[in-house]
């Protein structure tokens, strides 16, 4: 119980640092979407990244083809977070 004053003190800082690092990295990724914040899936590398998210979820099936999901974007919670951690 002594060190709580200190955890609660500074858990919000690594919170938000941790969550600046998940942005980076891309690790969250949630549905698609068309919104303009969004993650961009233009190239052949992000709709394979996007693609191994919907596999292991068993949700494959849903993703359009290549050429409509290059219009896409699909949304970064890390950044989601981040941006509330930091506001």
């Known amino acids: ?9 500074v ?3 690594a919170w938000a ?16 979407t068309a919104f303009p914040l969004g ?12 693609a191994i998210f919907y596999r292991e979820a068993g949700r494959l099936a849903e ?11 699909f949304h970064d919670l890390g950044w989601y977070d981040s941006s509330l951690c930091w506001s």
């Open 1 to 9: 119980m002594r060190y709580l004053d200190v955890i609660a003190y």
């Open 11 to 13: 858990f919000p800082f």
């Open 17 to 32: 640092i941790g969550r600046l690092a998940c942005t980076v990295a891309h690790d969250h990724p949630g549905t698609l």
């Open 39 to 50: 993650i961009s899936l233009k190239s052949p590398e992000a709709q394979a990244y996007i």
């Open 63 to 73: 993703l359009p083809s290549s050429r409509d999901l290059a219009k896409m974007a």
